[in-house]
């Protein structure tokens, strides 16, 4: 069942549903935190006259992806990337050169008291169309039972479909002939899929640095509602360090240089079996508890109050929904969802993204393979940090023999962390209130963000994932976001483009 | 420099390069152990009058390979064996049914008061035609410099080159109108490279097993010869097991059911993860010694006769050639050659074929992967056994809590050994002594073959790997087989032919 563009009210405090689902969401006492009514309704009524297009330009935009990872659109995608930022209204608009993918910085200086940061990613994930049930590039209109209508495609959810949104509400602005409340200062990486190896070159331009110092705060545009129309601030995010070990014999000596029979085995050392010993040195034998030397170092607990707000955040949510989603049966050593929560928000992990090396067709061939390689990544938490950590990776692996087996970190950064006193938090939990949306907040997001590249000198701001609206399918076949949503609590996409809308008026009046 | 036809004598004690050279060759008091040497003469002339056919006869059986863990010709491939096996005069010959792809029996009864078995594996490597200078299948004819001419394709050595040259030798007695010295049993198989499994079928089949436990022993045609011309019998081989370990969040419920985003590995089980501390519970750390829970319990250790027999063998070896040959630089431990022989010997192995899981692709991808697998086998030394070790594989899994990892044995056999004094044995050595090349017994080799099949109940029966000739590249790219050789001490493709009319002529005289 979704919902006709027709049907949507123009109201924004009914944006989400007719009348009674409206009073249903707000709660008593809930005050507008943004600016005259008027202005919004001409607002929202820009943005529904301009949905079509914008859907146009998401189309366009998925069209294009830029895959840094195989060296796809890197020259274009920031290209591209710049033109929206100019169709949008941004006066300056530059290419910010990186020694990887480059990035893009653009500002709206409108004159007003206060500037915020918004951050872009135009790159997107690796994909393969076999797997898919319309073209990743089509940017397909589809109708998913219990959803909605959504746009599915390559980056549809992360993050083109609400940076699109993002981009409509400064359109719709303009089209309304209304002022913008706040001055923009938008910063774009194509990296982020490669663990924004560059990013830091971006923020710390010349040109850049000093307008983000500015800011109130940096928010990348995202869908923070849950299938239900829950929204949950994240106060940080894991830091991320992905990283290959590879094992080659030539090279290294430990081994044969091209693939031998597999009876030589008894004298000859392998280089794929010490790849497979080094990376079993990194966890426990469950696979569940990281044992790199040092690396619980500078694990900081969390504190009584971060652990009372994921108690307080697992009342919300469905025990089952979740481990449907993810397709388990249960979470680690039989915890509780509390317990699980938990873990996922304070450990840091050692994840093992994939193998691969020798033989791999059907059956078994009998060879000793000169090379195979695991691919890996940690997630960490303040206050560990990318140098330490990466550092203690190859003393551990030195410290038990392993001199011979390469270690290529790929990417990584830092983790973040944003007080929930910031004012840009206190912003967008206003915004959501107007919109009669149910918002918490909760200490840390499991996955990464590359927020700690603000949240620590030199910018040194305050960042936060921000956004109306639902998606699904980051990194996985079929992404999706939602355009027309089969849920009144859910926003799709012109109520997505009013959440921006509402976030800037929040920010440009909070105390 | 390769030799041509026409310059190949037909004296059979000069039949590896001129006068010079077999006198070289052959040592003081060499005494012929075979037939009347004009008839040696006249089957040789026979041989290389067919020579060009039998050559054309093994092309034609290189482009229809059968690989059975692929599928290819399982049907087809046994047909083709018992027409060769016609063709060459066998009487009797029979396709004998397995669970698995067919066997062929074939007798030759001349009324001899002795039988040997002769044993053939029809079927081949897998291979990837893109990493082949030559077409697999063709079989080309191909001048190798320092070698001679060879042809290379897939099976060109491994097994079909010298068992055509054996074939070639039925063919000459029978042409140069010679009865052959005994009765030959031919029994063939197409799942050698599957680790043989359903040839006890085959053996024990009430057709087969009366006339296997008549004969002397059986052997398998083989390029016993080194680069050097130098031939080992081998006195038994390493019996192994191949199988696959096999991660699978679904069924197992140890992970998610499909690939899910990587920041979830902090709660969630991780079939990888534990697919690989299982198979890391095998080895050390340094991946050499197997760590398999009773693996050791049963290895007998080799007799001083043994260890005596390796050592002088070693004397006769290149240390540096065949480090070259395997390209390392150095044995585990920095051991000394001729303990690297001794290990080699000796030890039972646990090798790691090949790992693949998760995501594979260039640089890395943020997902828990739900399914992985490693391959892998073990080479078992007397009095190991295959039913004991397959029982003790599964056990060291599940009293590690490794219940959910997925055992999947896909072949093997028992060791095999052949005591030195043995009939065939002893008629080898005659046989290699009249050709004037320098032969001797090693315990053991390193690889495989299933004479387990022969030498344990109840067909119990010597089995050794017998023929002169040479090659390379089994289970690699480029194999090849010599059919005419640059050194005068290694056969050429009649000389191989002549090596097994010797043999049979040994066997009939032995004492």
């Not at 219990?146 to 746009?151: D, F, L, Q, R």
């Not at 990486?189 to 500015?214: C, M, N, R, W, Y």
């Not at 705060?217 to 070990?245: H, W």
């Not at 000859?268 to 040092?294: E, F, H």
Request: aromatic residues 8%.
């Amino acid at each position: 069942m979704s919902k006709s563009m027709s049907e949507i009210s123009t109201d924004r405090r009914a944006l989400l549903g007719g009348a009674a689902a409206t009073a249903a969401l707000l709660g008593a006492g809930v005050s507008s935190a943004s600016a005259a009514p008027a202005d919004v309704v001409a607002i929202r009524k820009a943005a529904i006259a301009q949905q079509a297009e914008a859907i146009k330009r998401l189309q366009d935009w998925i069209k294009l992806p830029t895959i840094t990872a195989e060296g796809v659109n890197v020259d274009t995608g920031p290209e591209y990337m710049m033109n929206l930022a100019r169709e949008a209204g941004f006066q300056t608009v530059k290419r910010i050169p990186t020694d990887g993918t480059d990035g893009v910085f653009a500002t709206l200086d409108v004159g007003a008291p206060r500037w915020v940061g918004v951050y872009f990613m135009y790159d997107v994930k690796q994909y393969d169309p076999k797997e898919w049930d319309s073209p990743p590039l089509e940017g397909r209109l589809v109708d998913k039972p219990g959803v909605g209508k959504v746009i599915v495609g390559r980056g549809a959810v992360n993050q083109k479909g609400p940076e699109s949104a993002f981009l409509a509400a400064i359109h719709a602005f303009k089209a309304a002939n209304k002022k913008l409340p706040v001055n923009i200062a938008l910063v774009c990486e194509g990296e982020e899929e490669v663990a924004s190896t560059h990013f830091k070159q971006v923020v710390t331009h010349p040109d850049v640095l000093p307008i983000l110092k500015k800011c109130d705060g940096v928010f990348i545009p995202f869908t923070a509602q849950s299938a239900t129309g829950d929204i949950t601030i994240q106060l940080g995010a894991k830091g991320p360090i992905e990283f290959q070990l590879i094992a080659d014999g030539g090279p290294s000596g430990m081994g044969p240089k091209a693939d031998i029979h597999s009876s030589e085995k008894a004298r000859v050392d392998s280089p794929i079996w010490r790849l497979t010993q080094a990376i079993a040195s990194l966890t426990s034998p469950d696979g569940n508890t990281p044992m790199l030397d040092g690396y619980m170092d500078n694990v900081r607990p969390l504190t009584a109050r971060q652990k009372d707000l994921i108690r307080a955040a697992a009342k919300g949510m469905n025990e089952e929904a979740v481990k449907k989603a993810y397709g388990v049966t249960h979470w680690i050593n039989n915890e509780s969802f509390e317990d699980s929560l938990i873990r996922l928000t304070e450990q840091p992990t050692i994840n093992l993204q994939g193998l691969i090396g020798g033989y791999t067709g059907p059956g078994g061939k009998s060879i000793l393979p000169t090379h195979a390689e695991a691919k890996l990544e940690l997630r960490m938490v303040p206050n560990q940090t990318y140098e330490e950590v990466s550092k203690k990776l190859r003393a551990h692996l030195d410290k038990r023999g392993f001199t011979d087996i390469k270690l290529n970190i790929s990417g990584g950064y830092d983790p973040t962390e944003t007080d929930e006193k910031a004012r840009i938090i206190q912003s967008a939990l206003a915004a959501y209130k107007t919109m009669g949306v149910n918002a918490s907040i909760f200490p840390r997001l499991a996955g990464s963000w590359p927020g700690s590249v603000f949240t620590q000198p030199p910018v040194a701001i305050p960042a936060l994932q921000y956004g109306m609206g639902f998606g699904s399918g980051a990194h996985a076949p079929n992404e999706f976001f939602v355009i027309e949503s089969a849920n009144p609590k859910v926003a799709g996409y012109t109520e997505a483009t009013m959440g921006y809308v509402e976030l800037l008026y929040a920010i440009a009046q909070a105390k």
